[in-house]
């Protein structure tokens, strides 16, 4: 397990955090020094087709070592870390023996990682745990994720008696500001199926997600003397407020879960004159989604209807963009792939937790890509923030996940 720990240590110490403001892939030069690192390692480990392209793509290919045929699969993850918190200098702490208590990440400050408020932490009694030291995140979102991916291409690598097809790699730049797919080449990866190495708690594993879209509404108003204002003012921050108003009011993050949906303002600003409303939709069902979206236009016509005779022209400009889909569409029609990864787990004592993702991966859009691609998980907790952390343990038993993926496929009969 050492060896795990010094190769995920080696990855976090590097800085990779994204920048949503960059016009640029990656988005952030930085992203490079990993994505560099990274080469090396396949390439010493011994994977071939070793690439990285000018926007920072890294592929690699684990050759097949059998004479069958075997569907060509893939795993993929990401090496940038969230822009919500700092990712410079990060300084893990490792937690041998953890013993269910507090753990102080940083005395002078005061910060406690403690299980009266984390209760996850108390699933990993006994295990090593690797935190941050309270001034960053610690970037096992997804460096977790890259250090099993990794390790499991050696272990092959050094343990030709486990047969597999060929195996390709994948990491992406940029994920955290949900560009990770932008630029993957999903021919030149060219994997029937892939997994992403993205989720959270050990036995996750996901193959639903939110269909998404973001909605942009500008109010227009008109400016009067308040004096001298009736029947002649219209003021555009009251009939957002109305907007608002009209939406389902408890169909809103912090009231729903599982597979309910929402609408989510995400911004509002304005004056007299104008004001700007911005908002996301979020359904995994299609239809439900469609309909939130034929909503968010109806509302608009109806102010529109209502202002009609006194504006002249529409006060209400309704702005409705998709972002990601479902991938259960994709991944429904190849079900047997997530069969898979879920006997993977119970072959290695693992309960897979199949949950709806309440968010999108760079698996759904790959998914949409030509490359089904549910979600497998990486291990750690509390993302995007200092209270981040991984136990070795869930990073381990992930590296013997994708092992026994690849060990299953080669012995499977696909249809
Ligand atoms: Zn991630």
Redesign the pocket.
């Known amino acids: 397990m050492q060896h795990l720990i010094d190769r995920f240590i080696s990855y976090v110490t590097i800085d990779t955090e994204s920048d949503a403001h960059s016009p640029t892939t990656p988005s952030t030069a930085k992203q490079l020094d990993l994505a560099n690192l990274l080469v090396h390692e396949l390439q010493a480990i011994g994977l071939t087709e070793v690439t990285i392209d000018e926007k920072g793509y890294v592929m690699g290919t684990l050759p097949s070592n059998v004479d069958h045929e075997v569907p060509t699969i893939g795993f993929v ?2 090496y940038d870390t969230s822009p919500d918190f700092t990712g410079k200098g990060v300084s893990p702490q490792i937690v041998r023996n953890y013993d269910g208590g507090d753990i102080v990440l940083n005395a002078e400050k005061n910060i406690v990682l403690s299980p009266s408020y984390f209760e996850d932490l108390l699933l990993y009694k006994g295990q090593t745990l690797i935190t941050t030291n309270g001034l960053t995140l610690l970037g096992a ?2 460096k977790a ?1 890259l250090t099993e991916i990794v390790s499991a291409m050696e272990y092959l690598v050094q343990h030709p008696e486990i047969k597999h097809g060929k195996i390709r790699v994948g990491f992406t730049p940029d ?2 500001i949900g560009r990770g797919a932008d630029f993957f080449d999903v021919e030149q990866f060219g994997a029937q199926w892939a997994y992403t190495m ?1 989720g959270s708690q050990l036995g996750e594993l996901e193959y639903e997600n939110f269909n998404a879209a973001g909605a942009k509404i500008t109010f227009k108003g008109k400016s009067v003397h308040p004096g001298y204002a009736k029947g002649k003012m219209i003021n555009s921050m009251l009939i957002a407020n109305d907007f608002i108003n009209a939406l389902p009011k408890h169909e809103i993050p912090q009231e729903t879960e599982g597979y309910e949906g929402f609408f989510h303002v995400t911004g509002l600003n304005g004056s007299l004159e104008e004001t700007h409303l911005e908002l996301i939709i979020r359904d995994h069902d299609r239809a439900k989604f469609e309909a939130r979206k034929a909503l968010v236009l109806q509302i608009s016509a109806d102010i529109n209807a209502r202002f009609a005779a006194q504006f002249g022209e529409d006060i209400c400009i309704a702005e409705v963009k998709d972002q990601y889909y479902n991938m259960r569409e994709k991944v429904e029609p190849m079900y047997f792939i997530v069969d898979l990864a879920e006997q993977a787990m119970r072959e290695l004592g693992i309960e897979p937790l199949i949950k709806p993702i309440r968010g999108g ?1 760079d698996g759904s859009r790959l998914s949409y890509m030509g490359l089904p691609c549910p979600n497998i998980f ?1 291990g750690g907790h509390n ?1 995007h923030g200092k209270y981040e952390y991984v136990p070795v343990e869930s990073m381990q038993k992930a590296v013997d996940v994708i092992v026994k993926i690849a060990e299953l496929t080669a012995t499977t009969k696909f249809q």
Do not use: K, L, P
């Open positions: 993850s990401h979102d997804d994720g994920e955290e993205d991966t990486a993302f």
